[in-house]
């Protein structure tokens, strides 16, 4: 699996603490250091590329030159399978039907659009680049462009937006040519300028009980028009599941290329310095700076039970039995209060969060870690 950081967005989004950068002075020596970096780290991974995706930041921030080019740089150093998934992030004021056709004829066949919300104030309040009007508008150009794989990622949890006014929001999609929905809810990360707004008083602080009970409709809406709820923020339609995270979430290895992103390869995780200037300088000198982390059997175990307990694949019991006989036992002493008050089942090859537990899936999990 390949990932790439696009480190640029058109404006700052206020809850975002993503990697990134408004100025693009650096765009093309940024793209060069992402072409070189393909090059020096094409031996990472030992496998073919199984899925591509292009995140950020906003990719769409792109000209398509750009993106051919670092097409070029993949082709040319790894050796990809064919008819992979290959995800392509955009924001909707950067989508124009001549720009979609190019992404189509490079290689993208799956997009994934910040649409965020279809209301004008809660794009506002958000400070998104883009309208509403923008956003039907990118998503009709997806389908004439012949794009069958789109997701869109909506935002609920955000001040001022009721529970009907969700549901209206849910609704909104049914119409739309899409086969795949990320829904987050809106958290208040820290120096984020969300944060400062809620400390200085000037936005009101967001509702846990409102993010709840707008997770729950997400929910029974899901059930009730045709959508697999199948990790804790995404559902698809049938044919729609999302390959590349879902690797990621049943732990697959992966390479990320450009500032921030990460890298895993079973033994050790590396994280590209969140810096576009210092990335770019250590890409130029051959020497990419980055933190490495090894991953010990505990840690490993956590990571398995945290992304594990967010899926409708559950915890599988094949990963616990890799990683040792004490771990096997462990997950399964401390599941026990779980399974008892039906917060958990047992199937014969997984542990699986019910519908009704998965709200508190990251606390259950916490309480499972070693
Ligand atoms: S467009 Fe995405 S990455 Fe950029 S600031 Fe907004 S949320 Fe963050």
């Given amino acids: 699996m390949l990932y790439l950081h696009i480190p640029f967005c058109k404006q700052a989004c206020n809850y975002c603490d993503f990697h990134f950068s408004t100025s693009t002075t650096y765009k093309s020596q940024l793209v060069k250091a992402i072409v070189k970096e393909l090059s020096i780290r094409k031996q990472y991974l030992n496998t073919p590329i199984t899925s591509i995706y292009f995140g950020g930041g906003t990719p769409s921030q792109l000209t398509l030159d750009e993106v051919e080019v670092i097409f070029n740089s993949i082709y040319n150093n790894f050796n990809v399978n064919k008819g992979i998934e290959v995800t392509f992030e955009a924001n909707p004021d950067d989508l124009t039907l001549e720009y979609l056709k190019g992404l189509k004829s490079l290689g993208v066949n799956r997009l994934s659009i910040g649409i965020q919300s279809f209301r004008e104030q809660d794009l506002k309040s958000m400070n998104r680049a883009h309208s509403v009007k923008q956003a039907f508008d990118c998503l009709s150009f997806a389908e004439n462009a012949g794009f069958s794989h789109v997701s869109i990622d909506l935002i609920y949890g955000i001040q001022g937006l009721t529970n009907q006014d969700w549901v209206e929001q849910l609704n909104t999609t049914k119409k739309l040519p899409i086969d795949h929905l990320s829904c987050y809810s809106l958290t208040v990360e820290p120096k984020t300028p969300l944060a400062k707004a809620i400390e200085n008083g000037k936005m009101e602080d967001i509702s846990d009980d409102q993010s709840a009970d707008q997770f729950e409709f997400l929910?029974?809406?899901?059930?009730?028009?045709?959508?697999?709820?199948?990790?804790?923020?995404?559902?698809?339609?049938?044919?729609?599941?999302?390959?590349?995270?879902?690797?990621?979430?049943?732990?697959?290895?992966?390479?990320?290329?450009?500032?921030?992103?990460?890298?895993?390869?079973?033994i050790s995780r590396s994280v590209n310095i969140p810096n576009n200037t210092k990335y770019i300088r250590g890409i130029e000198a051959n020497k990419p700076e980055m933190e490495l982390e090894e991953i010990n059997t505990d840690i490993r175990f956590n990571e398995i039970v945290l992304t594990g307990l967010r899926t409708k694949w559950g915890v599988q019991k094949v990963e616990l039995i890799k990683l040792g006989k004490k771990y096997v036992q462990h997950f399964q002493q401390k599941s026990l209060v779980f399974k008892e008050i039906e917060k958990m089942i047992e199937t014969d090859s997984a542990f699986i969060l019910p519908a009704n537990a998965w709200l508190n899936a990251d606390g259950i999990a916490g309480k499972l870690f070693i």
């Fill in 219 to 266: 929910q029974s809406w899901a059930l009730e028009n045709g959508f697999e709820h199948y990790e804790i923020s995404n559902l698809a339609k049938e044919g729609g599941v999302a390959q590349h995270n879902s690797a990621y979430w049943k732990g697959a290895h992966y390479l990320g290329i450009g500032p921030s992103a990460h890298s895993f390869n079973g």
